[in-house]
């Protein structure tokens, strides 16, 4: 059996991320390593959910440099 799994905001993780099979991230990821996604995984990119993550945490509500934007490609 298979149980989805559903997250919005914002991942900072500092090595790999794999998103499992039914797994969904809605918002941004900054993966210091390698991101894959299995099949049947999504990563819905949402700037919105991001943006209200951070509001929600009173520590990040000024603003930081966070790095250079980037796309990375889901690996396989």
Same mark, same amino acid.
């Given at each position: 059996?298979?149980?989805?799994?559903?997250?919005? #905001?914002?991942?900072?993780?500092? #090595?790999?991320? %794999? &998103?499992? =099979?039914?797994? %969904?991230?809605? #918002?941004?990821?900054?993966?210091? #390593?390698?991101? %894959?996604? /299995?099949?049947?995984? =999504?990563?819905?990119?949402? $700037?919105? /959910?991001?943006?209200? /993550? &951070?509001?929600? %945490?009173? $520590? &990040?509500?000024?603003?930081?440099? $966070?790095?250079?934007?980037?796309?990375?490609? &889901?690996?396989?």
């Amino acid at each position: 059996m298979t149980v989805d799994s559903h997250f919005r #905001g914002w991942v900072w993780v500092g #090595g790999a991320l %794999t &998103l499992e =099979r039914g797994a %969904t991230l809605g #918002g941004l990821a900054d993966v210091g #390593g390698r991101l %894959t996604a /299995a099949p049947g995984a =999504r990563l819905e990119v949402d $700037v919105c /959910a991001a943006g209200s /993550a &951070l509001e929600a %945490t009173h $520590v &990040l509500r000024r603003p930081r440099r $966070v790095g250079p934007a980037t796309w990375p490609l &889901l690996h396989r």
